[in-house]
C-alpha cells in the first residue's frame, strides 16, 4: 500500500544568473513499513527532497501526496530527524520528548508515561532530566529520535542523522535505528551519503544522480531480517555495496567535472550542513584516476 | 600569562579587588599630601564623614530610595511595554518592517533633550523623570529584544513544526524560552543605562534624589557630598548588577552550561 506519492517534483532556487535546478522532476512511490535510504553525492538534492516531503520546503512544480493527500506544509504525521542537534536547550530530555505530546493536549501523566517508553527504546533511561548540552552527540541523536517516535509520526524522516558522529557511535545508532524499525516497521525515509549505512539500514536504495538531482537507481535490498552489524561483511551485502558504489561514484565525478567547468559550484543552497562526499572509512579505499 | 587562558577563581577575586585598593591609596596619597586642595577633591575620610552626616542627619535614605523608584518604576514600565512589542516584531517580520525604522530612528534621540519638553508637557513632578528613563530605555529595549528572538536557531524552528506546533505555540514554546536568557541579559545592561539617565532627571527640577544632592552640593562646593553620591550610585548598579546575573543563573541554568 502506498502512503507516500512523489509527482514530478522539481525544485528551483533563484540564483544571481537566473535560477539553479536543484532537483530534476521526480518520481517516487514509498510503500507503508518502507525503509528507504537516498544515496547521492553532495549538491545532489536529496535533502532538499526530504524537506519537500517533510514540508519545510516547497516544489517549484509538482507534488507530493500523503495517503493520498497533498502536502502543503510541515505537520506531526512527518517526524524529522535533522543532521544537526535540533533538541531544545532549555528543556530536559523528558521534556524535550513529551514536546510534541503537549502539542496535542495529551494529559501530563500521559505524556510522561509515553516519553519514558520512548527514552528506554533508545537506552536513554536514567537521563530524563538532564540537558541536551550535558549529553554526547550520540545521545542527542538518540534523544531526537525518540521525541520524533513519540509523536506517533505516519512517516519518519531522517537527513543525515548519524553524519555528525564518529563511525563507532554511528554503527551503534544504525543497529539501535534498524532494532527500532524492525520492532515497529514505521515507514522511514533516510538520506545519507555512507554506502555502507544505505544498505545496512535499507529496504530500498534510491541512488540519486549528480545536480540537478534525479533517481538513477532504485534498488530493493534483500537481505534478510533481522539484521546483525556481521551482515556487512556477507558476500551479498558485499556485492550489493560494489553496485552501488559504482553507481554513486560516476555521479560524483559528474558532480566534479561538472564544477570544474563552471569554475566552482554556485552554491549548494540544499546541503548547507553535509560534508562532501565521502564513503565512511568502512569501504575499501576507491582508486583515483 | 597565556591569551585566553582562565584564571583561578581566587586570584580573579584578588585581582579585581587589588584595583580598587589601588584607586583609593591613589586618591589618598593625592589628597592626603594636599597634592590636590581640598576644594577640588576631598579625601576618603572626609567624604565618609560627610556621608555619615549626610545620612543620619540629612535623610539621604530618602533621596536614595527617590531616585531607586524612579530608576526602576521607570524602566519596569518601559519592559512591560518593550516585551510584547520586541516579542512581536522579531517573530512578525511585517510588524518589524513597519516599526523598527522608526525605532532605529528615536533609539538616537538624547532622552536627556527631552527634558525641558517633558517638563513642558508633565511638569516637574514624578510623571516627568520616569518618563525620561522610559524614553531612554524603551527604544533601545524594543530593539535589542526584536533582534534576540529574530535570532532564534531556524533549525529548532523547523524541529518544532515537524513535531505539529502551531504558529502561535511556536512563538511561545520556542522563540520566547529560546530567547529568554539574552532578553535577561539585554534588560540588565539596558538598566544599568537608566542609572544614567536619572540622575540627569534630577539635575533639573527635583526636590528629590541622589541627583537632587548633588546638585546642591554643588552650590556649596561640596565635593565629598558629590563624590559620596557618585559612589553610592556605583555601588547600588553594582549590587543590582550582581542580583541580575544570580537570577539569570538561577532561571536559565541550561544557557550557562556551555559557558
Given at each position: ?6 509527482r ?10 537566473g ?27 536529496k ?10 520546503d ?7 501526496l ?10 506531526a ?15 530536559n ?26 527514552i ?55 543497529e539501535l535505528l ?12 533516510f538520506?545519507?551519503?555512507?554506502i ?32 546483525h ?50 564513503e ?8 583515483r584516476? | ?26 586618591w589618598?596619597?593625592?589628597?592626603f ?18 556621608g555619615?552626616v ?5 535623610d ?15 524602566f ?9 512589542l ?116 534630577e ?9 537632587h ?37 538561577r ?9
Open positions: 500500500m502506498k502512503i507516500l506519492q512523489l514530478r517534483v522539481e525544485r528551483r532556487f533563484a540564483s544571481a544568473s535560477s539553479t535546478l536543484a532537483l530534476r522532476a521526480t518520481n517516487l512511490d514509498v510503500a507503508e513499513n518502507d525503509f528507504i535510504t537516498i544515496l547521492g553525492p553532495s549538491g545532489c538534492g535533502s532538499t527532497l526530504l524537506r519537500i516531503v517533510a514540508g519545510l516547497s516544489p517549484s512544480a509538482g507534488e507530493v500523503l495517503d493520498n493527500q497533498r502536502i502543503n506544509g510541515p505537520g504525521d512527518r517526524g524529522m530527524v535533522f543532521q544537526s542537534y535540533t533538541l531544545f536547550p532549555w528543556l530530555v523528558l521534556d524535550n520528548v513529551c514536546f510534541g505530546l503537549r502539542e496535542r493536549g495529551m494529559a501530563l501523566a500521559e505524556q510522561h508515561e509515553t516519553a519514558r517508553g520512548f528506554r527504546k533508545v537506552g536513554l533511561r536514567g537521563f530524563e532530566k538532564h540537558y541536551p548540552k550535558q549529553l554526547s552527540g550520540g545521545m542527542q541523536q538518540r534523544t531526537a529520535l525518540a521525541r520524533a517516535l513519540a509523536n506517533e509520526p505516519r512517516m519518519l524522516l531522517m537527513d543525515e542523522p548519524f553524519g555528525a558522529l564518529d563511525h563507532q557511535t554511528r554503527e551503534l545508532m544504525q534498524l532494532g527500532i524499525w524492525e520492532a515497529e516497521r514505521k515507514t522511514v525515509l538520506v545519507t551519503h555512507d555502507d549505512e544505505a544498505v545496512f539500514m535499507g529496504s530500498r536504495v534510491v541512488v540519486m544522480s549528480a545536480r540537478p538531482g534525479r533517481i538513477l537507481l532504485d534498488r530493493k535490498v534483500d537481505l534478510p531480517h533481522p539484521r552489524y556481521a551482515i556487512k561483511t556477507s558476500p551479498a551485502f558485499i556485492a550489493l555495496k560494489a553496485e552501488l558504489t559504482e553507481a554513486v561514484r560516476g555521479e560524483v565525478l559528474a558532480a566534479q567535472r561538472a564544477s570544474e567547468g563552471l569554475g566552482g559550484p554556485e552554491s549548494s543552497t540544499d546541503e548547507v550542513n553535509s560534508s562532501s562526499f565521502d565512511g572509512p568502512a569501504t575499501e579505499p576507491q582508486q584516476r | 600569562m597565556k591569551p585566553l587562558k582562565a584564571v583561578e577563581p581566587w586570584l580573579r577575586v584578588c585581582l579585581g579587588v587589588a584595583f580598587f585598593v589601588l584607586f583609593v591609596a591613589v589618598s596619597a593625592v589628597t599630601s594636599g597634592w590636590v586642595p581640598k576644594i577640588f577633591l576631598a579625601d576618603p575620610l572626609q567624604m565618609l564623614r560627610s555619615w549626610l545620612l543620619t542627619e540629612m539621604f535614605g530618602h533621596d536614595i530610595a527617590m531616585t531607586l523608584w524612579r530608576v526602576v518604576g521607570g519596569l514600565l518601559a519592559t512591560l511595554l518593550a516585551l510584547p520586541g516579542v512581536l516584531m522579531g517573530a512578525y517580520k511585517p510588524v518589524e518592517a513597519f516599526f523598527e525604522p522608526f525605532v532605529s530612528f528615536a533609539r538616537y534621540l538624547p532622552a536627556s533633550a527631552f527634558i525641558p519638553l517633558l517638563i513642558l508637557w508633565v511638569g516637574i513632578g514624578e510623571a516627568q523623570k520616569l518618563a525620561v528613563i522610559f524614553i531612554g530605555s524603551f527604544f533601545q529595549l524594543v530593539l535589542m529584544i526584536a533582534v534576540a528572538v529574530g535570532n532564534t536557531r531556524r533549525d529548532l524552528v523547523e524541529a518544532a513544526y515537524t513535531l505539529g506546533v502551531s504558529d502561535t505555540n511556536l512563538i511561545r514554546r520556542v522563540l520566547i524560552p529560546g530567547s529568554a536568557p539574552e532578553i535577561a541579559e539585554i534588560l540588565r545592561m539596558v538598566l544599568g543605562w537608566a542609572w544614567t539617565y536619572v540622575i540627569v532627571a539635575l533639573i527640577g527635583a526636590s528629590s534624589g541622589i541627583g544632592m548633588i546638585t546642591d552640593s554643588q552650590a556649596l562646593l561640596a565635593t565629598d557630598q558629590i563624590i559620596f553620591g557618585i559612589i553610592v550610585i556605583g555601588l547600588i548598579g553594582l549590587v543590582s548588577d550582581l542580583l541580575f546575573k544570580w537570577a539569570n543563573r532561571c536559565f541554568p541550561w544557557a550557562q552550561l556551555s559557558r
